[in-house]
Nanobody, 121 residues
Framework: QVQLVESGGGLVQAGGSLRLSCVAS????????MGWFRQVPGKERNFVAR????????YYEDSVKGRFTISRDNAKNTVYLQMNSLKPEDTAVYYC??????????????WGQGTQVTVSS
């Protein structure tokens, strides 16, 4: 079992930055691909970014490439999402996930409760 707790969401103006954090419980954090998804009301949850178990490999959804950076610290059981040059269309609830790498996405086996990110124009 892995429990995930996100933090760092909030309200920011367009062009600004936020850094999301996700702390995992359990001793097997380093065994999981970690990632971030986002969801707006009435729509499905969409993949944003993932990072391999060692942190050596990352993958991003096209709309966030060059603006978002995912990283992890296995010693701290934490994964981060640095979000720069934020746009109003980035507004969503962001979810941390632990799971398995899939082509162009990942399967989330464990999920956090979500953190709201709101970008004003």
């Amino acid at each position: 079992q892995v429990q995930l707790v996100e933090s760092g969401g909030g309200l920011v103006q367009a062009g600004g930055s936020l850094r999301l954090s996700c702390v995992a419980s359990g001793r097997t954090f380093s065994a999981y691909t970690m990632g971030w998804f986002r969801q707006v009301p009435g729509k499905e949850r969409n993949f944003v970014a993932r990072i391999s178990t060692s942190g050596a490999s990352t993958y991003y959804e096209d709309s966030v490439k060059g603006r978002f950076t995912i990283s992890r610290d296995n010693a701290k059981n934490t994964v981060y999402l640095q979000m720069n040059s934020l746009k109003p269309e980035d507004t969503a609830v962001y979810y941390c996930a632990a799971g398995v790498e899939l082509r162009a996405t990942m399967r989330g086996d464990y999920w956090g409760q979500g953190t709201q990110v709101t970008v004003s124009s």
